[in-house]
């Protein structure tokens, strides 16, 4: 007959099991970093209403950077530009995006959650939000800045 009993374990063997199960969650290489949505840090962003979470690096400075921006519900960017180049993820929400130098409802393109797009240096776009916010994951190399086609455009502070 086969003992389908399972071994007690003392108290000593549990608590060791729970440090070192802790521990290694967290032990991570040089370099490395992961985290979960709920451990972004949102803080006001460049733009009244909008919101950002540093993930890498610090887009104001020198180097590469990756970070979330949310997007307010029924938001409209006018044309701009940024000097880096970027790569955008939308995370969650409905973004429609467009290139030029003057906002054209026509030639915006609607992107859902899952998808990608990219924005040369010194070209000019503009986006909209509709019904929904919407997070974007964008990638740089700072020193980055907005640069609007109008300055009337710029939001303030």
């Known amino acids: 007959m086969v003992d389908t009993r399972q071994p007690k374990l003392a108290a000593g063997q549990l608590l060791c099991l729970a440090v070192f199960s802790s521990y290694g969650a967290d032990n991570l290489p040089d370099g490395a970093l992961r985290m979960t949505p709920d451990e972004l840090k949102w803080r006001a962003g460049r733009v009244p209403g909008h919101e950002i979470a540093p993930i890498v690096g610090d887009s104001t400075k020198p180097g590469p950077y990756v970070e979330r921006v949310k ?3 029924n938001s409209t960017s006018q044309a701009h530009s940024h000097p880096d180049g970027r790569a955008y993820t ?3 929400g409905t973004w429609y995006v467009g290139y030029g130098d003057k906002f054209d409802p026509a030639s915006l ?3 859902p959650a899952g998808s990608y797009y ?3 240096p010194n070209v000019n776009h503009f986006s909209v939000t509709k019904e929904d916010g919407v997070v974007v994951q964008i990638t740089g190399s700072g020193p980055t800045a907005t640069l609007f086609v109008d300055p009337a455009h710029a939001p303030k502070k």
């Open 90 to 92: 939308v995370i969650s």
């Open 109 to 111: 393109k609607m992107l």
């Open 71 to 73: 997007f307010p519900v």
């Open 118 to 120: 990219t924005e040369p």
